[in-house]
Each structure stands twice: as C-alpha cells, then as structure tokens.
C-alpha cells in the first residue's frame, strides 16, 4: 500500500550523475519509498525480488512490477548465492547496491538468515560487478544490541564496513507504520494504551518518503560516505504521551490514556522464555516480547555513550513530513499503512 503524504519529500531533484543500482529488499515499506526515490532522482535501477513478495506473500510477480513502477524488477531468491548472482546481478555492471532487506518477523533465525547472511552475500556478490558504494538500511536501536535482530544487524554493519567498500550505513529512528497503530483504536473511542505513563521513551519519527531520500541522496553526497549516519524526521522528539494527546486534539476530544506497566511484559517475558524452553514457537513469541519491552523502554534517539542518555539534539534531522500530519490524513480518511510483524500496539 502507498501512502501519498500531503506534503513532498524535501529534495527530489535528479542526480547529476545517474548511477546503475541494484535495490535488496524493494517490496518492503522503506525498500519502495527508496527505489521511487531513486527513480526520481533519475538512477537506473533494478530490484530483486522474491516471487511472492509483500506482507503475507501477497504480490505476484506483475503486482510487484506494477508497485515498482520505473525500476526493472527480477525475481529469484536473495538468500541463494546463486540465484543472486545468476538472476540478480547477472553478470552485469552495477555501480552501487541499496540494501533495504531485513526479517519481515525479527524472530533470530531469521534475522540472522536475511538481515545479516543474505546482506553480506549481496556484498560479496556485489564486488565483482563494478560497485563501488553500497548503502545499508539499519536502526538506530543497534546502539544499544540487545535483541538477536540487533546483534544480527550490527554485525552486518561490521562486515560492510571491514568489507574495503565505500559505504553509507543509515540508521533510521522510528517509521510512522510503528507509531500509528493506535490510531483506528482511539478514533473507535478507545484510550490511547502506554508503558508507564507514557514518557519513559522519545522518537524523532521519520516518514518513508524522507527516509527514502535520505537513503538515495547517499549516492550523491560525499558527506555520508564512509559513515554510520542516524537520522531522524523534522521537528523535536515527542514521547508517547505525546503523540496520543496529539491524536485525541485531531479528534476535537479530551485525552483518554490507559496505562500498561512495564512489569507485565516482564511477567510474559518469562513465563514465555520458560514455556520455550520445551516448545520452540513459544520461545518465538518470548523473542517478540522481548522486541516489545525493548521499544517500551528504549528511546529511538542517539544514545550519548559518556552519560549512557538519549540524545534529542545529537539525533539529526531530515525531510518536512511530520507524524502528526500523518495523523491528520488517518483521520481525514487516509488509507493506513502496513504494519507487518513487528506491531506491538
Ligand atoms: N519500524 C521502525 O520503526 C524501524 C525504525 C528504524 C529502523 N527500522 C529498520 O528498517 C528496516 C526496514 O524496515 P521496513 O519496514 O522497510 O521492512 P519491511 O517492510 O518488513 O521490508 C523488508 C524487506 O525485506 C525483504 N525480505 C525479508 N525477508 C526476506 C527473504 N527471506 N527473502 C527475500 N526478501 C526478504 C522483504 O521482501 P518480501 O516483500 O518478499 O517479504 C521486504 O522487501 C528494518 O531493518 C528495520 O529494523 C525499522
């Protein structure tokens, strides 16, 4: 599903030097915002995809070329050192590689299999064929490593920075899908739910399209080569609370919130961790609380390693689109975005 945000992305002008790319991960919300943005800034690109792409394995391969409108897509599977060699690259010349793929689950096998093998595969694979800059989709949260998600993508990060390529390593505060959850739920008249009172955490949201151009103007500006870069959307760091009393104003009504301590996810942590250990696919389910209580309590801020605080004011800033704008056009009847696996609320 796209979202079409009222206001455009900040920069779209066309490159200078239009590059030859090869998109990972292009079906996914970040990987479709970057190759229209690569489009657009008038880059030759071409996306490998899986035959069943999207949210459940919902895109064929004519809805996937459809949504990829202006990039040449092929198909086979990403994982496979051959079939991205053989159906991906193909042997020809590539000048750079834009990686947006990560576990649609965030489960560890997975993780380790996509965000971290099949990445590191792509730049081996890549070498061979003329890139020269390959730009990586990360998190901010890998600052503080403490999911097998996390772990898995910083050690990719590693591998592409020890890998002798130029590279441009981004690492994205929160995506407007992950904080918009609640919006049907308060609309329906329903209180806006928090861990604790709601202020433990703060974001500098970022939209798609910013991020996407973000990740395209990496090519261009030498500034962010060479560079783990965090990033985050316009304007302060809201909280929580923040963003639930923002939605109850849209709506013209008092603030409702109910308040969910962080102990009950620590009751189902273990209680799950422990079932787990004898049935596998509850220690899954224990890993995604584990997910959860992390963003409860963690901020998608820079972390200041000395004093061991989220910084707002060392968190840069990109792009115009706000959450709250977002908010405006959920309520005003804009279609909601996809929110995958990785949903808490
Ligand atoms: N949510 C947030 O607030 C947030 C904040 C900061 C950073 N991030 C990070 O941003 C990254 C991208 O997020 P996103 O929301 O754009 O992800 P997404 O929508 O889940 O997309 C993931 C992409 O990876 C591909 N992929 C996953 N497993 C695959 C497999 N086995 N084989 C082939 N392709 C596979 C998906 O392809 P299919 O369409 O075929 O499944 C899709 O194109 C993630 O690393 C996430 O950790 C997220």
Redesign the pocket.
Known sequence: MTFTHPKVPSVASRSPQPKRVLV????????QATVRALVRRGHEVVCF??P????G?R?DPSESTRLLAGATVRFG???DAASLRNDGFRGEHFDALVS?????T?APR?AW???HE?NVQAFEAARGTGVSHIVL?????VQKPLLA?QQA?LACEQALTESGLAYSIV?????F???SGQVERVKQGKPYLVFGNGTLTACKPISDDDLADYLAGCLEDESRRNRVLPIGGPGDAITPRQQGEHLFALLGRPPRFRQVPVALLDGIIGVLGAAGLVVPSLAAKAELARIGRYYATES?LVLDPVTGRYDPDATPSTGNQTLFDFYASLIGGGAAPER?D?AVF
């Open positions: 990972l991960g292009a079906t996914g919300t970040i990987g995809v899986r069943r792409a999207g949210v394995g895109l599977a990403v994982h947006c793929l990560a576990s649609r965030g997975d299999a996509i965000d099949a989709l990360s998190a901010i949260c998600f993508k690492r994205p505060t929160a995506f899908k992950s904080l998608m995958g990785h």
